[in-house]
């Protein structure tokens, strides 16, 4: 047997590799995905107060420090037993669509579509960002203004577009401005063609990749998301739905404030992330997947028109839930168009406007717990205090490790399908390309930070390595 | 001249937060704070007749403002962008057509506190002093 390692996995947020087990024929036995990078984020929040939770989680990422900031602030809100304002509500609403919107802007344009555009065979000195310049230099153009959409509309509401800091137990800071509504309306028509071309252009690229929709983690699973009352896709509060891979209900309604009875975490040697599962199924038998195709499978509707027109072709391309990892990508679309949507609506929305955005209270309770949907999948925050409102434990379960199972199975389904030679570059970015339909953040899911490498090391039948393929960046 | 300038760092990284310190002192140029480079950066920089990208450089022996290295079209490959691939990216994509310039800030400590090290303070000061000079001459250095 042999074995082949990845590392550093490059274009993800964080840092992993990947490691191939070749049998005696020299064909994938196995293959796993390591996260190797290890921060403690939890350890770090005990003994601090409650009250400076929000502007301390949203260090955890640099990518989706809003819904930190929401998971964290809802986790306040608990732990005060407050209701907060309904311009609050609204504000961090904003928000939440602006991050989604942003950070999904980052996966598609900027880490991924290098792979669709210009192919997975492509050269990787072209095989990126600089390489769309020559012929889709309007597409590329595009996705870098709707990034900045969303980042701005994060730096009107918190400040700064990396770690803001305006929202708490609560509710928010300031007032939102007729000025800054005026900008952000602005942009709305511009956004809507922008993604609406790019979904477009999406569809039509598919068909030049049966192979790798069909064999790059293909395969059924639980889907977990949040949706409103009405069933609809939800991001900021409401209850959790599970779905199976063939779209049978498996469970609804489930509190989120409760995730920890119905939702557990273990442990592989291998990986410093670990492993979530629904604990009625069991693991690895419970694992789930998380993050926009989750929400697509999950939710009956978007609530918007556009969206919604989307979202009923979409369900078409599964038997009851669509089980491709390629389809991540469609769906993260499909969600920026509802984002974009939403925030329009909010623009129109008076209670945006309004001036009371605090409800002040002291703590009165011992756990506070939080949940949103980040732009990666369903983020909850667990806070227990003592009576001063002293951190004394803090448990994140982040959505990128609950997709862990997901991108294991689908590196060793991409690995059994595609891997002939480990010269072959354009199999190891298939591979890594498996990686990037689930957006990973590994910065979040281990609550640490750093570069981006990926490295894939080969090791032999006796266990001992052969080859190592790595990747300064 | 329309001049933008970009400091770039952690302010709660000690002397990673340099050229925030430094850019404060500035005031007769448009200004933008960040930790790091993003994409969009390039969007911002279009209108602009000339750029100056303020960062701590470990490797700085003195503070300078010099011209920007630019290089073609470079392989990009993770999040973390250099000032030349954003001024490349602003160039191919958004029209912009001005000068590009760095300032190296000397730093030396990056713990994890909101202060400078005083040798990094003192390279802020001169750093601003020569920023402004920099204006005044209309970016002929």
Known sequence: MSRIVIEPVSRIEGHAKISIQLDESGRVESAKFHVTEFRGFEKMCEGRPFQEMPGFMSRVCGICPVSHVLASSKAGDMLLGVEIPPAAEKQRRLANYAQVLQSHALSFFHLSSPDLLLGMDAPAAQRNIFGLIENHADFLRRGIRLRQFGQRIIELLGGKRIHPGWSGPGGVLNPFTVEQRDEIAAWIPEAIESVTSALDRLKTLLDSFPDEVGHMGNFPSLFLATVNEEGGLEYYEGSIRIVDGAGNMIAEALDPRRFFTYLAETPEEYSYMKFPYYQPFGYPQGHYRVGPLARLNVAKFTGTARADRELREFKQRGNGAVCQSFHYHLARLIEMLHCVERIEELMDDSELLGENVHAKASPNRREGIGSCEAPRGTLFHRYCVDDNGVMEKADLLIATAQNHQAMNLAVEQTAKRFFRDAADAGVLNRIEAAIRCYDPCLSCSTHALGQLPLIVDVFGADGKPLRRMARDS | ?141
């Not at chain 2, 969009?40 to 003195?62: K, L, P, R, S």
Request: glycine share 4%; hydrophobic share 45%.
């Open chain 2, 1 to 141: 001249m329309r001049t933008l300038a970009i400091a770039i760092g952690n302010v709660l990284r000690g002397d990673d937060g340099v050229a925030h310190a430094a850019l404060e002192l500035v005031e007769q140029m448009d200004r933008r704070w960040c930790f790091q480079l993003t994409p969009e950066h390039a969007t911002e920089i279009a209108g602009y007749d000339a750029v100056v990208f303020i960062d701590a450089d470990t490797g700085a022996g003195q503070t300078m403002v010099e011209p920007l290295r630019e290089s073609p079209l470079p392989p990009q490959v993770t999040h973390l962008w250099s000032p030349a691939e954003i001024v490349a990216l602003a160039r191919a994509l958004f029209r912009f057509a001005g000068r590009a310039f760095v300032c190296r800030i000397p730093a030396e400590d990056f713990s994890a506190r909101e202060q400078l090290s005083p040798r990094a303070a003192a390279h802020a000061q001169e750093a601003a002093r020569q920023l402004t000079r920099m204006i005044e001459d209309r970016c002929e250095l």
